[in-house]
């Protein structure tokens, strides 16, 4: 009946201070680890070797002047995605309608090209796709802001379902202007010129000057002032005397402004066809990218970057590998549980048992009360069970984080 | 020798480079009441919620009854029946009080053998009832049914335990009734509950964190009583408190602790109030508040009828009447609740009135403006400089998540035309605040929720003193602040009111009030009980105000100077 004592094989600590440049440090080492978790099971499904994951992973991204330029305006058109969405988050204004907001755009945009293009001169064509994309944009992103400002509904559900009705939308405008089309609707005419003859290079200037201003925008104006105030504290607001309705209200706006520009780019500029899946999911890729940029524009180019990187690369790998259309879904969904995991290991340290005891025996003899006998450590046993052990640990956790 | 209930050898707790509890020895016998004193931030809370099973220590041992005890968690603490009644009550307010006390609890075995033998004794005894034979068969075929109910721990078996908390009650002499919802509950009968529900889970060992915080005078001396016939049954309290007054009614011993550290264990009967505080802060300070009589006094801010609903649509004000002068000092006394939150929201202008009438005397143009239902901005372009310290610090009066900069700006940073923010004069006068009030702070871009509770406070109070204001309400500007700050902010609020500056001070501590104020206005479920003269008064009378609306209300006004 010899049993030592059980002391918990760990527990959590909260970190308080935690640098910057550990908090970026874990990140990086966890994008390292979920590009080498993708290896090997890359390895594993296909019989081939770890070389032959990293030989096509760089070989789709940086292996061609064509591949690369595409990384860059997949990135580019990524991050103004998560630009878009940026101010609201800021303000902890759940808008998860990016996507729906995008769609609209493209959908003002594609109005004013079936009933302009080529009737008048392209350039008025484009000012008026342009308008109306922004109007359709702001349109759909206004509805929930003026429903939460007025009524205080929630904002989450009111964005999410909007991107349905969006999606019906363009579906019934697509029938109802070509009833023979397979779904999506092409466009000749009234379209957006490439720079210098190269396409990809509009979306990666827009998105770089839109960046820098939305970080400037943020950071040093009033309005970004405000609307970080907003989202902190609406007390804090009320009490300053910000008008919370007026700032929600003109975020959104700006928000919807950037979506319908968005789309406008996408349908003008890069696919000149309007269909419902025009925005390939990025309407909820990019709030992702927003949050796990923890809302810095500037990091949030960096995030998109490695994002696209993955993607576009294990795209390669399942072309050469024969793994089907859903390999790089499951690469970057490795991808964004390795990031979000790491929140964890910034915000918590884990203490081991084994160090604690070291430290113990660093410090050297303690002065122990004489009032009480020492207890044999060894003859007493107290069985606990794990459950015991995980509640004491959750409980801990919800403690602390209070 | 004594045997020790608890011990806590050697603790120690960190929080990232914060020592919370830096090699503590603590020790608490049977049947005692131990006090442990100490300033805000000296650790007395963490070092009890290591002995409750809420933090893991780093190092050290507990010790319950001579033996060790590992404590991971606050089921293991009840298995040691270490009880702990937290400051802010943890309790379910739609549930009644008896089915909180239960809660959580596991179910006791339902034992098929015992219950089996204790029907069939039963059914012995019956002779001639058939009936009531049958009965008994039944019963007993249906036991395992009975064991599957109360595995799924379905609560209606369990409500019989209720009578086996209403024993625990009347044991101890409380006079409560469990049936009752607990949002139906003022304060002090919560804090009943919540010691019931440790003594039903059968603690031996009572920890209590500032229990007398949220009571009146009167429901202290009625606590005291109950812990006092605690401790005469054999339990053994630890009471964690920083007032001194109260150390020296309640405790037989008393634990010191200052920066995490353990000074001294001494017998309550030993020593005095004086060298407590030594030991407590660690110096010699003098606990004075030097009072001035008012000079200039001229009315400022007169109030009317003011009526005006909380959000469950109840009357939160009801009808006040007072108004504030110039130079003085008017404190606010009542129960928490009872108003004070919304009197100051509603002169500043973030509550919705329903009647009444606010107009401040504008010194500068000798006009009266007319303060009711504007807006803070409306306030501000009238040009009334009025100052507001709200109760909630962090979610009110400034943003945790912003640095010190950032929340200077808050009330400045619409000035001017520019889209563009200007950090510059704010920059400056966050290092004057931390320069003049000694705020401790590991740099100018901390942000501020991370600083202490006096920090915190002294940059709010800053920041609202540097508007130059005419006018400053400041509610509940001390609490949870050390004895060091809490001085600072009286002399803070002294000086403004020497200058001229009218001020609305709502205290809890009633000592303080008495000491600080020029009149006090007692308010009582949103009514006002009284309005009295702070130098003639005494503690007593401001508590029966607080419970109590008399039928004849007294309104003492200050003499106005008019020259």
Redesign the interface.
């Known amino acids: 009946m010899f049993k030592t004592k059980r002391e918990p094989l760990f527990h959590l600590v909260k970190r308080i201070d935690v640098s910057k440049k550990y908090a970026w440090a874990v990140r990086i080492g966890a994008f390292l680890l979920s590009i080498l978790v993708c290896a090997a099971i890359s390895s594993l499904l296909t019989d081939k070797s770890i070389g032959f994951f990293f030989k096509y992973l760089f070989n789709g991204t940086f292996g061609t002047k064509r591949t690369i330029w595409n990384l860059f305006h997949e990135t580019a058109i990524l991050l103004l995605v998560s630009i878009a969405v940026t101010p609201c988050f800021k303000m902890k204004f759940w808008n998860i309608g990016g996507e729906g907001q995008i769609l609209m755009g493209a959908l003002g945009c594609s109005v004013a090209l079936v009933f302009m293009g080529g009737k008048s001169s392209d350039g008025a064509t484009i000012v008026v796709s342009l308008i109306l994309a922004f109007v359709f944009g702001i349109a759909w992103a206004v509805i929930p802001a003026f429903f939460k400002a007025r009524w205080n509904t929630n904002e989450t559900l009111l964005t999410l379902m909007m991107n349905y009705i969006a999606v019906c939308l363009v579906n019934y405008f697509i029938k109802s202007v070509a009833s023979s089309s397979t779904g999506t609707l092409t466009f000749k005419d009234g379209l957006v010129e490439p720079i210098g003859g190269n396409q990809f290079i509009l979306f990666i200037i827009v998105s770089v000057v839109l960046t820098v201003l939305m970080w400037v925008y943020l950071k040093y104006s009033k309005h970004g002032y405000e609307l970080t105030v907003v989202g902190e504290s609406e007390n804090t607001s009320r009490y300053v005397g910000i008008n919370n309705k007026l700032v929600i209200i003109r975020t959104l706006i700006l928000c919807g402004a950037l979506c319908g520009l968005i789309g406008f780019l996408l349908v003008s500029g890069v696919n000149h066809s309007l269909g419902d899946a025009t925005v390939e999911g990025r309407g909820f890729t990019g709030l992702l990218i927003s949050w796990l940029a923890h809302f810095n524009p500037l990091a949030m180019g960096l995030t998109s970057f490695l994002f696209v990187f993955i993607d576009n690369g294990a795209s390669q790998v399942s072309n050469y590998a024969r793994l089907g259309a859903s390999y790089p879904k499951v690469m970057t969904g490795i991808f964004f549980l390795f990031i979000i995991a790491t929140e964890f290991f910034i915000n918590y340290k884990i203490v081991f048992k084994k160090m604690k005891l070291k430290e113990i025996s660093s410090n050297g003899d303690k002065d122990i009360d004489k009032e009480v006998k020492e207890p044999q450590e060894n003859d007493i046993d107290i069985p606990k069970d794990d459950n015991n052990a995980q509640e004491g640990i959750t409980e801990m956790i919800i403690k602390e984080k209070i | 020798m004594h045997i020790?209930a608890v011990?806590m050898?050697?603790v120690t707790k960190?929080?990232?480079?914060?020592v919370a509890n830096k090699?503590v020895?603590i020790?608490i016998r049977k049947g005692e009441i131990l006090a442990i004193l100490g300033e805000n931030g000296s650790g007395k809370t963490s070092l009890m919620?290591m002995l409750a099973?809420?933090?893991?220590p780093?190092?050290g041992k507990i010790?319950v009854n001579?033996?060790?005890a590992?404590i991971?968690?606050?089921?293991?603490a009840y298995k040691h029946k270490i009880g702990m009644i937290h400051q802010h009550f943890k309790l379910v307010d739609l549930f009644t009080a008896g089915d909180n006390i239960i809660l959580g609890e596991e179910a006791p075995d339902f034992d098929i053998k015992a219950k089996k033998t204790l029907l069939k004794e039963e059914r012995i005894n019956i002779t001639n009832n058939k009936w009531k034979k049958f009965l008994i068969d039944l019963k007993i075929v249906c036991l395992p049914l009975g064991k599957l109910v109360a595995k799924l721990k379905f609560n209606w078996l369990s409500r019989d335990r209720v009578k086996v908390v209403q024993a625990v009650a009347d044991k101890y002499g409380f006079d409560i009734d469990l049936n009752k919802k607990i949002y139906d509950m003022s304060v002090s009968e919560k804090q009943t509950v919540e010691i019931i529900k440790v003594l039903y889970r059968g603690a031996d060992i009572l920890i209590l964190d500032e229990p007398t915080a949220v009571l009146t005078p009167q429901e202290i001396e009625k606590l005291f009583v109950v812990l006092r016939g605690m401790r005469d049954n054999g339990k053994s309290i630890i009471i964690i408190t920083h007032k001194l007054n109260e150390v020296m009614a309640i405790s037989d011993r008393v634990s010191v602790l200052r920066k995490g550290e353990l000074i001294a264990t001494v017998d309550t009967k030993d020593t005095d109030e004086k060298r407590l505080t030594e030991m407590m802060v660690g110096e010699r300070i003098e606990l004075n508040i030097e009072r001035t009589t008012p000079k200039n006094v001229k009315k400022r801010l007169s109030i009317h009828g003011l009526t005006c609903r909380n959000r469950e649509g109840l009357y939160a004000l009801n009808n006040i009447s007072f108004s504030v002068n110039s130079g003085e000092i008017l404190g606010i006394a009542g129960i928490s609740g009872s108003g004070q939150r919304e009197l100051l929201e509603s002169i500043?202008g973030?509550q919705k009135i329903e009647l009444g009438v606010i107009q401040y005397d504008d010194p500068k143009t000798e006009k009266i403006v007319d303060l009711r239902a504007k807006?803070?901005?409306q306030i501000?372009e009238l040009g009334v400089r009025l100052s507001?310290v709200?109760e909630?610090r962090?979610?009110?009066?400034?943003?945790?998540?912003?640095d010190l900069t950032?929340n200077m700006?808050?009330?400045s940073?619409?000035k001017g035309h520019?889209?563009?923010?200007d950090r510059k004069s704010p920059t400056e006068l966050a290092q004057t605040i931390v320069k003049d009030l000694e705020v401790v702070t590991p740099n100018m871009k901390t942000p501020v929720r991370?600083l202490s509770g006096g920090n915190v406070q002294k940059i709010l109070v800053g920041r609202e003193i540097a508007s130059a204001p005419t006018v400053i309400m400041a509610a509940y500007p001390v609490r949870g602040l050390d004895i060091n700050s809490s001085y600072t902010i009286y002399n803070l609020m002294n000086k403004q009111k020497e200058n001229g500056v009218a001020v609305i001070f709502v205290g809890e501590d009633l000592d303080v009030l008495l000491a600080l104020s020029d009149r006090i206005m007692v308010i009582c479920s949103g009514k006002v009980s009284g309005i009295v003269d702070a130098r003639n008064t005494t503690k007593e009378k401001l508590g029966m105000l607080m419970t109590s609306i008399p039928e004849e209300i007294e309104v003492f006004s200050e003499p106005i100077n008019e020259n």
């Open positions: 020790n011990q050898v050697g960190t929080f990232g480079s914060v090699d020895n020790s919620n099973g809420i933090y893991f780093d190092d010790f001579g033996e060790e590992i991971k968690s606050p089921m293991d500043a973030l807006t803070p901005n501000k507001f709200p909630d962090l979610g009110m009066g400034l943003v945790g998540n912003m950032d700006m808050l009330r940073y619409s520019s889209i563009f923010l991370r």
